[in-house]
């Protein structure tokens, strides 16, 4: 049974269609159909309905599916252990942050690239938030506090950042001095997240309340420099706007506890030598001094 099938098939199951799969593997539609037929035809059974809408798994889909993806999965680390020592080959998949992954991820990646000339490293630069396994991912580079998931994360670095005004909003509504404080100020976030704060050994929790929000750390940093309110930012993404004084730090008496850098994946007893790899590169260039520049 041909693997390149196997695999093609896994990724239409998870895509939900021929189409967003062959964007995935990067060939044609056609080749996708192609092999999908060859597959079913090998099996005797139809794995797919397909229908206007995508392809939406038989019963017997739903059931191969998961015995294809655990195939495809030892197959890969076979190749592995086989390939010359320090090489590399394959697609490595990769999600990334806009805010934070152009600026430091992409000349990191770049090098990796350069390093290993049979990878190929796709990666998709977006602030939403990715879901490894229905999207394909091998990994995903996350910056900040992590939420409690399942999937398997690497710290690689720290993140340093602070809470922010700008001296129009301190003017117009004051600088609060401690967490409690900000419960009467406008926070700029991305969500509904909590935020923490050093008081000593103690770590206090806020849970912030304001009327803009997006999900791009750029976009809040601009909104905190138009003197909308107070946010929590990476010292990367604020830098220029303290050097030039559109934006001051504030309640630096209560400093936030470091972020991290992190590497996650979806969960499997072993990560594949493609993602050790690039967890190492990330640990090698993510030095605390850099990050916090």
Same mark, same amino acid.
């Given at each position: @049974?041909?693997?390149?099938?196997?695999?093609t098939?896994? $990724?239409?199951?998870d895509?939900? #269609?021929? =189409?967003?799969?062959?964007?995935?593997?990067?060939?044609s539609?056609?080749?996708? =159909?192609?092999?999908?037929?060859r597959?079913?035809?090998?099996?005797?059974v139809?794995?797919?309905? !397909?229908?206007? !809408?995508?392809?939406?798994? +038989?019963?017997?889909?739903?059931?191969f599916?998961?015995?294809?993806a655990?195939?495809?999965?030892?197959?890969?680390?076979?190749r592995?252990?086989?390939?010359?020592?320090?090489?590399?080959r394959? !697609?490595?998949?990769?999600?990334?942050?806009?805010?934070?992954?152009? +600026?430091?991820?992409?000349?990191?990646l770049?090098?990796?690239a350069l390093?290993?000339?049979?990878?190929?490293?796709?990666?998709?630069?977006?602030?939403?938030?990715v879901?490894?396994?229905?999207?394909?991912?091998?990994?995903?580079?996350?910056?900040?506090?992590?939420?409690?998931s399942?999937?398997?994360?690497?710290?690689? *670095?720290?993140?340093?950042?602070?809470?922010v005004?700008s001296?129009?909003?301190?003017?117009?509504? #004051?600088?609060?001095e401690?967490?409690a404080?900000?419960? *009467?100020? $406008?926070?700029? @976030?991305?969500?509904t997240?909590?935020?923490q704060?050093?008081?000593?050994?103690? +770590?206090? +929790?806020?849970?912030? !309340?304001?009327?803009?929000?997006?999900?791009?750390? @750029?976009?809040l940093?601009?909104?905190?420099?138009? #003197?909308?309110?107070?946010?929590?930012?990476?010292?990367?993404?604020?830098?220029?706007?303290?050097?030039?004084?559109?934006?001051?730090?504030v @309640?630096?008496?209560?400093?936030?506890?470091?972020?991290?850098?992190?590497?996650?994946?979806?969960?499997?007893?072993?990560? =594949?030598?493609k993602?050790?790899?690039?967890?190492?590169?990330?640990?090698?260039?993510?030095?605390?001094?850099?990050?916090a520049?």
């Amino acid at each position: @049974m041909d693997i390149e099938a196997l695999r093609t098939f896994v $990724e239409v199951a998870d895509a939900g #269609g021929v =189409s967003p799969a062959a964007r995935r593997l990067g060939v044609s539609k056609s080749i996708v =159909s192609r092999q999908l037929a060859r597959l079913e035809a090998a099996l005797g059974v139809q794995l797919l309905a !397909r229908n206007t !809408r995508g392809a939406a798994l +038989t019963e017997a889909g739903a059931t191969f599916r998961d015995h294809a993806a655990r195939a495809c999965a030892e197959i890969d680390i076979a190749r592995e252990t086989i390939l010359p020592a320090g090489e590399l080959r394959g !697609r490595l998949r990769i999600a990334a942050p806009l805010s934070f992954g152009p +600026t430091h991820l992409a000349p990191v990646l770049a090098k990796m690239a350069l390093r290993y000339p049979q990878l190929h490293i796709h990666t998709a630069y977006s602030d939403r938030f990715v879901d490894l396994i229905a999207e394909g991912f091998d990994c995903a580079i996350r910056v900040g506090y992590l939420q409690d998931s399942n999937l398997i994360a690497r710290c690689v *670095g720290p993140l340093h950042g602070r809470l922010v005004a700008s001296p129009d909003y301190i003017e117009a509504h #004051g600088c609060p001095e401690t967490p409690a404080d900000l419960a *009467g100020h $406008e926070a700029l @976030m991305q969500g509904t997240e909590a935020w923490q704060f050093m008081n000593g050994d103690e +770590t206090i +929790t806020v849970h912030p !309340r304001g009327r803009f929000k997006a999900d791009n750390a @750029m976009a809040l940093a601009a909104a905190a420099a138009a #003197g909308l309110g107070i946010a929590w930012l990476p010292d990367g993404i604020i830098k220029d706007y303290l050097a030039s004084g559109a934006l001051i730090p504030v @309640m630096t008496r209560y400093p936030p506890p470091p972020a991290g850098i992190y590497v996650v994946r979806p969960p499997g007893l072993h990560a =594949s030598y493609k993602v050790r790899v690039l967890t190492e590169v990330l640990i090698d260039c993510f030095e605390p001094a850099q990050v916090a520049d």
